[in-house]
């Protein structure tokens, strides 16, 4: 499954090259990785709140078009895959038909300590969450 | 008292202006609040984890001259009152003989629960600090 | 005349005392006013581009309740003055009926090289539509 | 060859979680590959002056322990690669004896509007600082 979102380019996420500074880049990930969670019945702050964690342990993005200021973009999350203790989301950032940068970010199941914890066991409605939106299309 | 830090501009301050964003200031002020804390006898972040917090209530800035990547900057704080549940710092932002930025920020002193915290009664050697700092030239 | 944008609160923005830190009400505010100049007839991104740019001279903030990851907030901006070669606006930051900030800016006029700009003078239809702004409610 | 810079963390890096967001790690790794660059006879500052810019095409980070608010770490850069139009560097950020996370970017060569330049030909000086550091240990 995948879910997308508009974003519109900050005066802030500029630098003096004239474009969006690389690492805002992930930023945009994590808004679009937020509304992918909601989207598949997550909500990643209650589920904050209550205790569970979904650090970044791994991310990358290519870069191949520029964004610029004022200019809108779509950034699109898609799950790729999940495992006992982590998971894995792919992006694309979009300008109508170009595709400015291809991105992924894989996280880890964690406690308020930071600590692993095996969601399948612990928090199985979420687990169901996260099988369903694999399968779908 | 006073206390001062360097600061080499990041890339990622700067803005399609080709100058620092201005937002970024009030982050050299944290910075520079911090060493200031710290020179005084105050561990700011073992304060936090003692769960006293210092959040900002009011902050301003006045842009003189603008800041560039890659050049060095110095930030001087300088403690100007300390009342009940809240004190005052100014910042000032010099580059060589030129002064960048003039600034200030307020803070109240709460506990984890963001609740007003009377410093003076319950952390009172936290509060001679603060005492002894604003006496100081 | 005031005009309003909705900001959903990005994890990025948060810092470890759980609420969005401070220096981010700055970039709302920018943002706001991108969209509050659009709406008085003024692209900004091509105001640059024909190289007249209003870099921040002045800027504060009051902050009277936290903003927390996911929520929704609306920044709202009006323009307060508009004298020779700069202007102010002031932004009112809400969540449902609770005002949690209030801010300010100035910009002054200049060119590429961040030189003073007569806008009256170069720029008379900007210098309408900010006219036209100041008078409507 | 390698270089190193010591960066103290900031309050505004921190995210919710209680450690540095993630994508901070980025600009880490630009401080240090400015730096990096100085180090072997390359001022970044001015090659920009110059019109030649190396842009980010592509970047990653694997993040194996936090690193927290107030906290002493050291990034490492090294450089990995120089070809036609592009380089790599990677990326190392340590706190005492522990490895905190392991990166990388590659940079094109490009000129102000962001075309393909020649680093070679069109700036042989700068092309023999790059082979000279892919050389030494």
Known sequence: MKNSIEIKVRYAETD???IVYHANYLIWFDMCRTEFFRRIGIDYRELEENGVLFPVIDAGCR???A???DQDVVVTAKLVSVRGVRLKLEYEVTRGTETLALGHTEHAFVDKNLKPIK???YYPEI???LMKAL???
Request: aromatic share 16%.
């Open 119 to 121: 969601l399948r066991k």
């Open 67 to 69: 964004a610029k200021f």
């Open 63 to 65: 870069y191949m078009l």
């Open 135 to 137: 399968t779908l299309e």
């Open 127 to 129: 687990w169901d969450c």
């Open 16 to 18: 003096q090259m004239g």
